[in-house]
């Protein structure tokens, strides 16, 4: 387990094109279909300086859609930093695995964008994270 | 939302500046070019109603109506001779000028002399057409077609945007509702300007029939105050009306333009129910009730 705990968020992360990230212009529609390509419950919303703007998870769009009291298009045409959370819990890569999962259980999410320097570099995910520590 | 403001005018014409909480502007002349004689007759009118009742105003008037119902409907006097009528019109009396187009080897042409290029609501989601129009660099008049919601103009806005064009008015012109009818849904207003873009209303062309007399199209132009007034109070920023000084005589849209007669009563009446919407907005705050 010490070893293990000498692990870092950056030793376990996505990188950036491994899942879903949309351009701030992007609508709803979009984002769900990346969300969908990449199979993860969560798109990172981005400006042209990579800065994260927001966040928006499959929880999200869950709760939108039992309050939501337009037509379903005009929902799909939204653009999709309306829908988003704007100040999402992040890690930073240097940050010891070990306090990333603790702050995943404290916030009850799966997954934390990685910003550094307060750019979006990655994205931890629970299952290769936990993954990692029980080996 | 960021609320954009669209701006009108190159040249040694009047600026026209449309967006939120900036004065109701004007887009009204003739459906149809007619003649030189007849632009400037109706460019001089409307130019004093506005001027008396101290209106931002673009002239419009179209050189090629593509959408006519019959076959032998008088169809325009074509591009060439129209754009030199409506650059004259600009040169003589100072005002920016407004035309549609419905073929996108005209826009370079219109663009070349139009302060405001419209594309018409039947071609608002044909790419070739928005291309084109963008092209144009100039402002962009997107009408909503009868057969689109409002919310799936975004669309052709990204559409536009994908071309460079950041400057757009999105205007209403009625909704199918059956076969020979249009209807107004005031909620268009609100939901096209959540795209950041102002909106205008076009009163002549919503009370349409289409082809309601075989063919061509009827009206209800009875109906033009109170749309207006509704349209105005609902949060519009620009006002569009095809006006002619002798309706049954003019060659286009006979049965829905205004009568220069009727203008100043209605322009009138709008631009107080714009300014009494802005007080509104002072004294309230922005429309804020159940937020998404």
Known sequence: ?135 | MNNKVVKIGYGKVNRVEIGHKLPLAFFGGPCAIESKDHAFFMADAIGKVCERINVPWVYKSCYDKDCRSAPDSFHGTGIDEGLQILADVRNEFGIPVVSDFSDASWAKATGEVCDLVQVPAYLCRQTSILRAAAETKRPIHLKKGQFMSPWNMKNSVRKLEAHGCDQIILADRGTFLGYSALVNDMTCFPIMQKTGYPVCFDATHSIQLPTSMGNISGGQREFIPHLVRAAAGCGINALFMEVHDNPKTALSDANTVLDLKYLENILSQAKIVHETRLELLDKFGEDNVHPE
């Not at chain 1, 990333?100 to 290769?128: N, R, S, T, Y």
């Open chain 1, 1 to 135: 387990m010490s070893t293990q705990n000498k692990m870092t968020v950056k030793d376990v992360m996505l990188g950036i094109k491994n899942f879903p990230v949309v351009d701030k212009n992007s609508i709803l529609k979009e984002t769900l279909e990346k969300m969908d390509f990449f199979g993860y419950g969560i798109a990172c919303i981005t400006n042209n300086n990579h800065e994260l703007l927001g966040i928006i998870t499959d929880g999200d769009i869950r709760r939108k859609l039992l309050s939501v009291q337009k037509p379903l298009p005009a929902f799909f045409i939204d653009d999709a930093i309306n829908h988003a959370i704007k100040n999402p819990t992040v890690t930073s890569s240097s940050m010891s695995l070990a306090n990333a999962i603790d702050l995943m259980e404290q916030k009850q999410v799966w997954d934390l964008p990685v910003v550094d320097k307060g750019k979006l570099i990655g994205m931890l995910h629970l299952h290769p994270a936990v993954k990692e520590l029980l080996i």
